[in-house]
C-alpha cells in the first residue's frame, strides 16, 4: 500500500509522485484508489461515473460534510443550480465586469502591502504578502465591510492554522480551532446576508442575497458557500504566490525577466500552476460504479483520489516536465482541476498572482532567499511554504 503524502517530503514529494505513475491505478488502502496518469486524471475529472458527494462512498471515514453540502461537494444537478447562481453574480455573461473591476483595488493593496516592508532587509513573503493579500480581495469582492475585515482576517487564520499544526496533539487543538471558527465565520455570513437584504450595496453577496430567481439561494445555502468561497480562494493562493516567489527566486533569469516584462507573468503564472500546484491531490471523488482502468477495477463506491501534481508532471504529457519554462507550448495543467468543478476563482487567482508576482519582481532589488528549502505546511493536500524568508538590498517605490 502506498501514502500519497508524508510530512517530511513536502519539500520534495516528486519521487513519490513518479512512483505512484508507474502503474496507472494504485490502491492505497481498502476502499481507496489514486490515479496519477495525465489522461486517466484528465478523462476521470470528465468521468459522469465519478462523484464529489460523500455519501457514495462505501467507507467515509472522518469525513465530515454540512448540510446541505458546499457546491464543491456535489454533483448535479444541486451543483449545476448553485454554481449556475453564484456566477450570475461574479462573471460572464451576467457579470462580466467584477473579476477586472477588481484590478485597482488588489494594485492598491499589493503597495500597501509592499509599502510596509523595510526599506531593506528581510520580509517573510508568507506572513507578510502571501497570506495577507487574498482575504482582503475576497472580502471586497463579497462585500465584508471594511470595519468587519480583522475579525474576518482573524477566523480565515484559525481555519488556515487548523491545517498547519505540527504534531496529532496540536493538531486536534487547531482542527477544533478551525471548526469553531469556520461556524464564527459562517454566523458571520448569515448576519450579513440579512443586512444586504435591507441595503443592496452591489456586492456579490448582496446581489445573491436579494435575488428572487428560481435559483435563488436559502439563507443557509448562502453561509456554507460564502465559507467555501472564502476558503478555497484563501487557502490556495496563498500558496500559489508563495510557491512562485520561491521558484522564481530559484530561477534568477526568470525572475529578471518577468521584472523587464511585468506582463511575462501571465504564462510564469500558468507554469506555476502546473510544477507547483497548491491544490497536490482531490482526495474526494468517489466511484459511483465500478471503474476498471487497464484491467484494474477500482469498485463502487471506492474513493478515488486524483493526483493533479503527478498529472502535471507526467513525461507522457508534458516534455521535460520537471523544467520550469513558461514558454512551453500546449500547457493545459490540471492545477485547477477540469471538468464541471473546475476552479469557479480561476480569473481572480490569475489576476491576483500575476499582480503579486509581477510587483514582487520589481519592487525588491537583489533579492534572494535566507533558507531553501523553507519549511512546508504539513498538510500533503496543500502545498506550500509555511514561511519565506527572503531578504533584499532596497525596496523600490512603485
Ligand atoms: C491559486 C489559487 C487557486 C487554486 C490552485 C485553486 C484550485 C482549485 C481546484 C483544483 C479546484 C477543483 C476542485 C474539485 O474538482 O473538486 C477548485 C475548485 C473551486 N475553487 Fe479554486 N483554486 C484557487 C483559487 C480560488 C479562488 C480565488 C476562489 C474563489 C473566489 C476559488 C473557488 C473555488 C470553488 C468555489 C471551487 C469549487 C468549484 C465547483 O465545485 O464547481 N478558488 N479550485
Request: some cysteine; hydrophobic content about 20%; aromatic content about 12%.
Given at each position: 500500500m502506498h501514502q500519497v503524502g508524508q510530512q517530511a517530503n513536502r519539500p520534495n514529494p516528486w519521487p513519490i509522485y513518479a512512483q505512484l505513475r508507474r502503474d496507472r491505478v494504485v490502491q492505497l488502502a481498502e476502499h481507496s484508489y489514486a490515479v496519477g496518469r495525465y489522461d486517466d486524471v484528465l478523462a476521470l475529472l470528465h468521468d459522469p461515473r465519478t462523484s464529489s458527494d460523500v455519501h457514495t462512498l462505501t467507507d467515509p471515514g472522518d469525513r465530515i460534510e454540512t448540510d446541505p453540502p458546499a457546491f464543491i461537494n456535489q454533483d448535479p444537478p444541486g451543483h449545476d443550480r448553485l454554481r449556475g447562481e453564484i456566477t450570475r453574480f461574479f462573471g460572464?455573461?451576467?457579470?462580466?465586469g467584477v473579476v477586472n473591476g477588481q484590478e485597482p483595488e488588489i494594485r492598491r493593496q499589493i503597495d500597501t502591502l509592499i509599502g510596509a516592508f523595510p526599506e531593506s532587509g528581510e520580509i517573510d513573503v508568507v506572513d507578510d504578502f502571501a497570506y495577507p493579500l487574498p482575504v482582503t480581495v475576497i472580502c471586497r469582492l463579497l462585500g465584508v465591510p471594511a470595519a468587519d475585515e480583522p475579525q474576518f482576517r482573524e477566523w480565515a487564520a484559525q481555519t488556515v492554522s487548523g491545517l498547519d499544526a505540527a504534531n496529532l496533539e496540536d493538531r486536534e487543538a487547531a482542527l477544533k480551532g478551525r471548526n469553531e471558527a469556520l461556524l464564527a465565520l459562517a454566523g458571520y455570513l448569515g448576519e450579513l446576508v440579512k443586512k444586504h437584504r435591507g441595503s443592496p450595496d452591489g456586492s456579490m453577496l448582496s446581489g445573491l442575497a436579494n435575488d428572487g430567481g428560481a435559483d435563488a439561494m436559502s439563507d443557509i445555502e448562502l453561509m456554507i458557500n460564502g465559507v467555501l468561497l472564502l476558503i478555497a480562494g484563501h487557502e490556495t493562493t496563498v500558496n500559489l504566490i508563495a510557491n512562485g516567489t520561491l521558484t522564481l527566486l530559484r530561477n534568477p533569469d526568470a525572475l529578471a525577466r518577468l521584472r523587464r516584462e511585468?506582463?511575462?507573468?501571465v504564462p510564469v503564472v500558468e507554469e506555476l500552476l502546473r510544477l507547483?500546484?497548491?491544490?497536490?491531490?482531490?482526495?474526494n471523488r468517489a466511484a459511483l460504479t465500478d471503474i476498471t482502468i487497464d484491467g484494474t477495477t477500482i469498485p463502487k463506491g471506492s474513493q478515488l483520489t486524483l493526483l493533479l501534481a503527478a498529472a502535471n508532471r507526467d513525461p507522457g504529457r508534458f516534455t521535460d516536465p520537471d523544467r520550469f519554462d513558461?514558454?512551453?507550448?500546449?500547457?493545459?495543467?490540471?492545477g485547477f482541476g477540469s471538468?464541471?468543478?473546475?476552479?469557479?476563482?480561476a480569473p481572480l487567482a490569475r489576476l491576483e498572482v500575476d499582480l503579486a508576482l509581477a510587483a514582487l519582481a520589481s519592487r525588491l532589488d537583489n533579492p534572494r532567499l535566507i533558507e531553501d528549502p523553507p519549511p512546508y505546511r504539513p498538510s500533503p493536500v496543500l502545498r506550500g511554504p509555511l514561511h519565506l524568508r527572503v531578504a533584499y538590498d532596497a525596496r523600490r517605490a512603485s
Open positions: 460572464p455573461p451576467d457579470s462580466p511585468p506582463e511575462w507573468a507547483e500546484p497548491p491544490i497536490q491531490y482531490l482526495p513558461p514558454d512551453r507550448p500546449d500547457n493545459q495543467h490540471l471538468g464541471i468543478h473546475y476552479c469557479f476563482g
